[in-house]
């Protein structure tokens, strides 16, 4: 068995939806850590009856049986079993909705070159919030689960990454600090997609 096949030996008990009918879309969300992705991916799930693949469940999976050593080598491993192994074998689901729950900041180009390649359209939401919004909330989260040093040592990377993808690609939808007011009109959107 090789590492992809036991990620997802583990992985696939993540997985919701995969025999539910919708069309090939994978939403893709554009923010920082602390922007609001995870929350607004799971109510895209429960609402759609999407596959929300999350990446935190993929580290986790990793981390528990030891396949990479470093952060990098465990990001290159978790990159190539979305797009090498996870992708594809999703692809041939009844599901096609598949969102993705982590930032698409970094790695939009790899996502966009797979999606063509298994016949995906792509579909992505920015979540605009200011730092001083995103530093309260991570401040507040659960102390015991999170290394908040790691969080403030990358923010200003991540809103300049941010920033750079948002100057090159025009999002689908735009949400402004995490505006819960504006997800009707969000999931109206992506109702239209999906029909």
């Not at 025999?19 to 759609?48: D, M, P, Q």
């Amino acid at each position: 068995m090789n590492e992809f096949e036991k990620i997802f030996q583990e992985h696939q008990y993540k997985l919701k939806n995969l025999k539910h009918y919708n069309k090939k879309i994978i939403i893709c969300i554009s923010g920082v850590a602390g922007a609001g992705k995870s929350t607004l991916a799971a109510e895209i799930e429960r609402k759609f009856a999407g596959v929300r693949v999350s990446n935190d469940d993929i580290r986790h999976i990793i981390d528990q049986l030891s396949l990479a050593k470093s952060s990098d080598l465990k990001q290159q491993l978790l990159q190539d079993y979305l797009a090498q192994y996870l992708m594809p074998r999703l692809s041939k689901e009844a599901n096609g909705l598949i969102i993705l729950d982590s930032s698409i900041d970094r790695k939009y180009d790899e996502v966009r070159e797979v999606s063509e390649r298994l016949g995906y359209n792509l579909f992505v939401i920015a979540l605009k919030v200011p730092k001083d919004e995103i530093m309260s909330r991570i401040k507040n989260r659960d102390k015991s689960k999170h290394n908040y040093q790691d969080y403030f040592d990358n923010l200003d990377r991540w809103f300049d990454d941010n920033r750079v993808f948002l100057d090159r690609v025009t999002p689908d939808f735009a949400i402004d600090n995490t505006d819960y007011r504006q997800w009707p009109e969000l999931f109206g959107v992506i109702q239209e997609r999906l029909q």
